[in-house]
């Protein structure tokens, strides 16, 4: 496939898959969502009430599913509102007309939104200090049995491979809304998918370079064995005679 706004031409996930041999399995999932660090959901909420329409829970998780393409629960949303309310960062606002009164809408404050405005300036390089947990894994991987080395690259790619084709799918769905949209609304959601979809690539890619990797260490650990064990490399143990 290409992605739009990039023009570098990159495999399908579909393709890479289909590779991994493995389409049916799906391993335990590697990428842990950042927005279960309080620090950025708390950030997170405010910027989805910056422009000052007061919102519920329920309202918050639906505009960041279709922002992001990524589910999550409304209960989240619920927790931190209640949480900024005590700090002073969003108030409650009054329910519209037959709106759920089981619904709190919320509004950001003067200083939750100079809270953000702050947060978002300094935060310049979000990925500076962003943990990589593959290859944090990966380092580690070589201290296990060659079995145990195999299965797991093999569960990562698969794993890896199957949210990479999930990314595609919402890619091009996005693609369609995008389309639609009218020419005042702002869409960043294909772009960011792109993204998404870049570094799945890249994983795969790295997993694959880090599997060849192991596999001639191995070779050269085995080929260093058998030299050791052979009459040449043990030596004959007499010594020279002498004329």
Known sequence: MRIPDEGKAMP????????????GRRGPALEESTLRGGGFYRY?????????????GYALMKDYQQRSGTPIGSGRFYNKLQRLAAEGLVTTAANPPGADPRRTPYRITSAGA???DVWLRDSANPDSHRSDDLCAHALLLAAAEPAVVSATLDRWRNDIAMR????E??????LTTRRASPPSAFYPLP??????????????????????????W??????????????AGRGSGSRPIRA
């Not at 997170?44 to 519920?56: E, F």
């Not at 960011?192 to 599997?211: G, Q």
């Not at 050269?220 to 052979?230: H, L, Y």
């Open 12 to 23: 399908s996930m579909k393709t890479i898959r289909e590779r991994s041999g493995s389409e």
């Open 44 to 56: 997170l909420v405010l910027g989805l009430l910056r422009d000052g329409t007061p919102r519920h």
């Open 114 to 116: 100079a809270a953000f």
């Open 164 to 167: 990479g084709a999930r990314i």
């Open 169 to 174: 799918e919402a890619h091009a769905r996005a």
């Open 191 to 216: 772009v960011v998918l792109a993204r998404r979809l870049k570094h799945a690539t890249a994983d795969i890619e790295f997993i694959d370079e880090f599997r060849r990797a192991y596999e001639q």
């Open 218 to 231: 191995m070779r050269r650990r085995a080929e260093a064995r058998v030299s050791r064990n052979t009459p």
